[in-house]
């Protein structure tokens, strides 16, 4: 008795072809990251203070945790994760004042692709403490997965 398995090549094949897409470089994560970033930015009413859909935020950083809701569950989908959760741990150390009342904070996480680090990312929250609304987007910048992560100052 011979048996058949002509239905397996296909398959096979399909799943091969599947496993060896090419991984996103590091620009193209940043890219779809503030893409992201803008459609969530799309769904805030203009004073920046809450949604189209009625949610209100208390300080800037609900206005964050809005922006970021989601994305990793999209990313995930195409097999995109976090070594921490995105856009990282909050470290007080990594806030800088700018002019005109303005703060930044760095988050770093590493984003990795089936398991695979593909890309260091720092995310600056641009924020101010006597305001909810942020005075510009967070801005996604994506390092190549060695790239150090600066130490921040004591």
């Known amino acids: 008795m011979t048996l058949r398995f002509s239905w397996l090549a296909p398959s096979l094949l399909s799943t091969s072809v599947m ?9 193209d994560l940043s890219r779809t990251i ?3 970033f803008a459609e969530r930015r799309a769904e805030l009413l203009p004073s920046g203070e809450q949604t189209k859909d009625g949610r209100r935020f ?3 950083g609900d206005v ?3 922006l970021t809701e989601g994305l990793a569950e999209r990313l995930a989908a195409k097999g995109i994760t976090f070594s921490k959760s995105f856009p990282g741990p909050f470290r007080l ?3 800088e004042q700018l002019a005109g009342g303005n ?3 760095r988050f770093w996480t590493m984003a990795l692709n089936h398991g695979c680090p593909i890309a ?3 995310t600056y929250f641009f924020h101010r403490h006597d305001q909810v609304p942020l005075p510009q987007p967070p801005h996604v910048v994506a390092y190549p997965p060695d790239h150090p992560v600066p130490e921040a100052p004591e």
């Not at 496993?19 to 620009?27: N, V, Y």
């Open 19 to 27: 496993d060896h897409r090419p991984s996103p470089t590091p620009e």
């Open 34 to 36: 503030e893409d992201y």
């Open 58 to 60: 208390s300080w800037c």
């Open 64 to 66: 964050l945790e809005f």
């Open 93 to 95: 150390m990594d806030e």
């Open 103 to 105: 703060h930044v904070r």
């Open 120 to 122: 260091r990312l720092c």
